[in-house]
Nanobody, 127 residues
């Protein structure tokens, strides 16, 4: 079981930027696909971005393409989500998740495919 801890959330004005980090501990995530999800009040948990363990594949929900960038540093056991041009509709609790996969190109997008989750970090965007 890997422990995941998100950080970097906060309050920002629309158009601003935040960088979320997800630090893993207890084992390496070098063979895990990693995902960022978000959940706003009254809504289902939504896939935001994912990255394969080889870093060769990334996937994004359409609403964040061109604004968010997912990356990872396997040496630091950490995954990042750079969020630019934030909009009020981006406000949510953001979670990172991990899934050990066999192939380095796999990027799951369903929350049910991930087996390890962090506690989440709040992102608030004021208009």
């Amino acid at each position: 079981q890997v422990q995941l801890a998100e950080s970097g959330g906060g309050m920002v004005q629309a158009g601003g930027s935040l960088r979320l980090s997800c630090a893993a501990s207890s084992r390496t995530i070098s063979r895990d696909a990693m995902g960022w999800f978000r959940q706003a009040p009254g809504k289902e948990r939504e896939f935001v971005a994912g990255i394969s363990w080889s870093s060769g594949e990334t996937r994004y929900v359409d609403s964040v393409k061109g604004r968010f960038t997912i990356s990872r540093d396997n040496a630091k056991n950490t995954v990042y989500l750079q969020m630019n041009s934030l909009k009020p509709e981006d406000a949510a609790v953001y979670y990172c998740a991990a899934k050990t996969v066999l192939f380095g190109y796999i990027v799951p997008i369903s929350p049910t495919q991930y087996t390890n989750w962090g506690q989440g970090t709040q992102v608030t965007v004021s208009s």
